[in-house]
């Protein structure tokens, strides 16, 4: 079966089964036979094959089971010349497939490109995120930090997850991402001596911001936890603020 095509009720065609002198025009059904195109009533078609369905869905057009509309030209090319008509039906599909395949592959590379648009995680925060989904298996969604959840005035504004650490003697030593992109280790609470605390291989101690500045910030996690530090609990500073100082 080739097409289930429909024309206007006041503008009907004849049923192509030999013998059949009936007009039809809701579902007219195309079909090659041989070689040979006949238009058939929907009748009549059941009847030369023995049910509606029994030559499957059609080809080309109107396999919604309701006869493809057609337009004056199309409806005079069914009388005419079937042959055509179903090879117009023929590239119509296929401009359709293109143009079905085209938008795929737009959608598929606009989500390709926002993908790359999203920031890389840094190995840092990887690391950390592995350390955090051991130690903190139900971690709150992030929230907007409010002015009084961030102690250090330099913080960086987007980036403010921060990892807290605890020294062997219990204090607690915060990374905070500074606004420039750098790394601090800023002791919590601040206590005497906090800037000759932490080897200089670390990095070295700024008074104005009461950090360390860290150039390598995996390296010194890494010495930290040497020297017996704990591991770096992950988030924002209200989910990982220490609750004894
Ligand atoms: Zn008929």
Not at 20 to 45: K, N, T
Not at 59 to 72: E, F, N, Y
Not at 125 to 134: A, G, I, N, W
Request: contains cysteine.
């Amino acid at each position: 079966m080739l097409a289930i095509v429909a024309v206007p009720q006041t503008n009907r065609v004849l049923c192509q089964q030999p013998g059949c002198q009936h007009s039809v025009y809701a579902a007219i059904h195309v079909v090659d036979e041989g070689g040979q195109l006949l238009a058939l009533g929907s009748r009549c078609f059941a009847k030369r094959y023995g049910s509606a369905k029994a030559l499957g869905q059609p080809l080309h057009a109107g396999a919604s089971g309701s006869g493809r509309p057609l337009s004056d030209e199309e409806r005079q090319l069914l009388i005419d010349n079937t042959a055509e008509l179903i090879e117009r039906f023929k590239v119509e599909a296929e401009r359709a497939r293109a143009e079905a395949a085209a938008k795929l592959q737009a959608l598929r590379a606009r989500a390709a490109a926002q993908h790359q648009g999203q920031p890389k995680m840094t190995f840092l925060e990887r690391m950390e995120k592995l350390s955090q989904s051991r130690e903190q298996p139900s971690q709150p969604a992030e929230r907007p930090l409010a002015a009084s959840n961030r102690p250090w005035a330099w913080q960086h504004p987007r980036n403010t997850s921060v990892a807290v650490l605890t020294d062997p003697q219990g204090q607690h030593w915060v990374r905070v991402q500074h606004f420039d992109g750098s790394q601090k280790l800023a002791p919590w609470p601040v206590f005497d001596g906090w800037d000759e605390a932490l080897p200089p291989s670390c990095g070295h101690p700024d008074e104005d911001l009461q950090a360390y500045s860290v150039p390598n910030i995996v390296a010194t996690l890494t010495k930290l936890g040497s020297m017996g530090f704990s591991a770096p609990k992950v988030g924002n500073w209200s989910e990982v603020r220490p609750k004894s100082p």
